[in-house]
């Protein structure tokens, strides 16, 4: 189900830079790990890089050390901070949310996409 916000897609030059925020409905009980995910053309969407509420991150080994993700917990926000980027970096972008909507009702949440297009 698509209740996730993405914005800050774009076309950008190797080397450069784009920050991806995503946002969560305001109204959700709680919102426990959040991740990015992208999907090359033609290939399966795969995992990048995971938060907990608690703000431990994890990384695909690709982008380790050129991608930050963060979150807000006061504004149900993460962002993917993305750096020297490469034109490999080409795909659409997702974020992923598993929210629970009271105590005991745990959905996963997911963005629409954006994409990102890096080339010369």
């Known amino acids: 189900q698509v209740h996730l916000v993405e914005s800050g897609g774009g076309v950008v030059h190797p080397g450069g830079s784009l920050r991806l925020p995503c946002a969560a409905p305001?109204?959700?009980?709680?919102?426990?790990?959040m991740a990015w995910y992208r999907r090359e053309r033609g290939k399966q969407r795969e995992l990048i890089a995971t938060?907990?509420?608690?703000?431990?991150?994890n990384y695909e080994d690709s982008v380790k050390g050129r991608f930050t993700i963060y979150r807000d917990n006061a504004k149900n926000m993460v962002y993917l901070q993305m750096m020297r980027l490469k034109p490999e970096d080409t795909a659409v972008y997702y974020c992923?949310?598993?929210?629970?909507?009271?105590?005991?009702?745990?959905?996963?949440?997911w963005g629409q996409g954006t994409q990102v297009t890096v080339f010369s």
């Open positions: 938060i907990t509420n608690g703000g431990i991150a």
């Open positions: 992923h949310a598993d929210v629970q909507t009271g105590p005991n009702d745990k959905y996963e949440y």
């Open positions: 305001g109204d959700i009980f709680k919102i426990n790990d």
